[in-house]
């Protein structure tokens, strides 16, 4: 029977395969670096703390960029694979 360290690995090496996964990273990448998200960001912060009404306003905007809704679209269905993995391995 394999190792745990080598089974693991093996597990990384077939997520890295999986086209889910490397969706999640190339948006994660986006999201991240985005320059309009990233300011947009910083608004909200600054918002947050001087003005409720725009933080509102901003917050709703963000929330509805393509980016951040696919972003974690991808992060949920992520999840759900990832789940799937704990619960056959728990099993086993």
Do not use: C, G, W
């Not at 985005?34 to 709703?60: G, Q, W």
């Amino acid at each position: 029977m394999n190792d745990p360290i080598t089974i693991s690995k093996k597990l990384h090496y077939l997520l890295l395969e999986e086209p889910i996964y490397q969706e999640y990273l190339r948006l994660k990448d986006i999201y991240e670096n985005d320059k309009e998200l990233s300011f947009l960001r910083k608004r909200i912060t600054e918002a947050k703390i001087h003005n409720k009404d725009e933080y509102s306003s901003l917050l709703n905007e963000y929330n509805s960029h393509p980016i951040v809704n696919n972003f974690f679209l991808v992060k949920e269905e992520i999840k759900e694979l990832l789940q799937s993995i704990k619960n056959i391995i728990s099993e086993i």
